[in-house]
């Protein structure tokens, strides 16, 4: 069951905009916006949902009352989400390397719902660990697809829109792959640094009041991390301490944070 937010203390503004601190039983304590006192619900788009960090971002958003778009592959979860969550939040089954599939999501969403203030780009595969010369090549494309055409798939469409409003955050998950380089994985990596590179110039291109940002989630234990780390990948951050700093911490960027390559502080 949802509790009701219970405002604290008014925090400080920022032009039009005043903050609070909000405390949910059982919940990190969160800032929010307030436009005319009034707490800002946000709409959040987020690709691959059905498990992971895209499935604690959906849950963690949701707990606080604000709206999720998702989607991933796999039909069986997404409507195990639909059903789970219901109206007015929306899930679909579709492949973000496919354009036409995306193309069609983001006309329906942006009529049903307006323009996201959030999209999140996390939907993201790794490749089975070997060294590049024994990646088959059909593998290489299909994480370059996803990892990479896929991002910008989603970008095409929901962009012009949010910037015809003027407003909205993209957030392009990274890695510490996406700044760092490590044996075995290296296609995974292309694809991060890629997507470190085509979000900060993303950034250069939106107007103000927009932000595109590359964000690293850090190492958290998803089943992503298991096929690099196996057993050991135990022993890393769980979802839940993960979803406790992430969602408050992605409610929280603005457009000054346009540009900037950041790290959920874990
Ligand atoms: N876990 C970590 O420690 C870590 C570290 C650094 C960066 N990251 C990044 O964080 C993001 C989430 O990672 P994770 O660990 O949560 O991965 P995960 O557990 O493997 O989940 C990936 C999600 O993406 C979806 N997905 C994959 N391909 C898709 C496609 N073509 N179309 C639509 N959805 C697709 C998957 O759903 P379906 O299979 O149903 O499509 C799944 O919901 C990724 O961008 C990853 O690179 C994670």
């Known amino acids: ?47 691959g949902v059905s498990r992971g960090l895209g499935q604690a971002m959906t849950s963690g958003f949701i707990k606080l009352g604000h709206t999720v778009l998702g989607c991933a592959r796999s039909k069986a979860s997404v409507e195990q989400l639909s059903n789970k969550f219901g ?40 490749n089975e660990l070997a060294p590049l010369w024994e990646i088959p090549s059909e593998d290489f494309s299909n994480l370059i697809d996803i990892n990479i055409k896929g991002v910008a798939n989603v970008i095409r469409h929901f962009i012009p829109a949010m910037i015809e409003k ?17 044996p075995q ?37 998803t089943d992503m991390l298991e096929v690099c780390y196996g057993e050991d990948a135990a022993s890393y951050t769980s979802i839940k301490d993960w979803q406790a700093k992430a969602v408050p911490f992605l409610l929280q960027l603005s457009p000054a944070d346009n540009g ?7």
């Open 260 to 266: 900037m390559p950041l790290t959920v502080p874990v």
């Open 185 to 221: 994985v290296s296609s995974y990596c292309a694809s991060k640094w890629a997507i470190e590179g085509m979000t900060r110039s993303l950034a250069q291109e939106l107007p103000q009041g927009m932000a595109a940002i590359p964000m690293s989630p850090g190492i958290i234990h």
């Open 166 to 182: 003027g407003s909205g955050i993209i957030v392009n998950l990274s890695s510490g792959w996406g700044r760092s380089t490590a």
């Open 87 to 126: 109206s007015p939040h929306n899930f679909t089954a579709l492949d973000i390397a496919n354009e036409a599939q995306v193309k069609i999501w983001a006309e329906q969403l942006l009529s049903k719902y307006g323009t996201p203030d959030l999209l999140i780009n996390n939907a993201a595969i790794i």
């Open 1 to 47: 069951m949802v509790r009701a937010p219970r405002m604290l203390r008014k925090h400080g503004s920022l032009g039009m905009y005043s903050t609070v601190v909000v405390y949910i039983p059982n919940e990190p304590l969160t800032v929010h916006r307030l436009t005319n006192n009034r707490m800002m619900k946000k709409v959040i788009v987020i690709t």
